[in-house]
């Protein structure tokens, strides 16, 4: 069908976490982890590695963001740097303002649960992984320096039939690497750390915008375009090179997420 690019048949590599090696079931189901974090969060840190080594060993089923929000992410003058959004704030607190750092994993455990300590988190991607596709995206990211606009072009494929009657919404990102900035790691200050898959702006609102009214079908087929265009002042700041898209899909009322993909510069 040639809607399958973000996912795979099976996992290669294992999930490794600090005693060793775990194996993950054979599967295709790609997991968003959104990260709250902050400069001035001390621990923060080691959950983003730890989130890289999730990465690193399995490049095609995991996604992941960092949402800047609460008082950590305050800039002071040991950490100046202001990574914060309302689009990161609202996420924050709609989804009830937890510890950081702080992961989601899927959303799974809204709304009274969702913010999942690092200690829970290789059992929570495990049980995600093993989870069958209800849908395959497609996305193409493409950017227009002329007028400083961000396009991205997604397709959405049912793979199997969702019976309930829940809206069904597609949520879609731009995030940054490697922005060198300074962090709080450990109770010692880094001026020279690299933030990685940092938020930077929604093309949908952190709820995404609806695409279907009730339920999905199998082979049912979605066409989204959508754009964000942005000023000369954020332009200037951005390393556009270094921009990347998070596209996923979501069921509105119980926030799960179904599946999800980073989508590079085309």
Known sequence: MG?????????????????GFIDLPETNKTVLIEEFTGTSCTFCPNGARKIQGYIDANPENVVTVAMHASGFAIPNPSTPYDFRSDDGEELYTFMGSGGLPG?????????????????????????????????????????????????????VFGI??????????????????????????????VDDYVHNH??????TGVQGNMISANGFEE?????????????????????????????????ASTQEVYQAQ?????
């Open 219 to 251: 082979s049912q087929r979605v066409t989204r375009n959508l754009n964000i265009s942005v000023t000369d002042s954020t332009w200037n700041v951005w390393n556009t090179s270094k921009i990347s898209a998070v596209v996923f899909v979501l069921n």
């Open 160 to 189: 199997q039939s969702l019976t309930d009657s829940d809206p069904i919404h597609l949520v879609a990102y731009l995030v940054e690497d490697s922005i060198v900035a300074p962090q709080l790691d450990n109770g010692v200050i």
């Open 262 to 266: 980073h989508a590079g510069l085309h």
């Open 103 to 155: 992961g989601m994993f899927d959303r799974g455990g809204y709304p009274n649960d969702v913010f999942k300590n690092p200690a829970d988190w290789d059992g929570l991607l495990i049980a995600r992984l093993a989870e069958p596709a209800s849908f395959s995206l497609q996305s193409e990211l493409e950017i227009d320096t002329a007028n400083k606009t961000f396009n991205l072009n997604t397709q």
């Open 3 to 19: 809607l399958t690019l973000s996912c795979c048949d099976e996992i290669k590599d294992p999930l490794k976490d600090e005693y």
């Open 198 to 203: 940092v938020f930077r702006k929604s093309f």
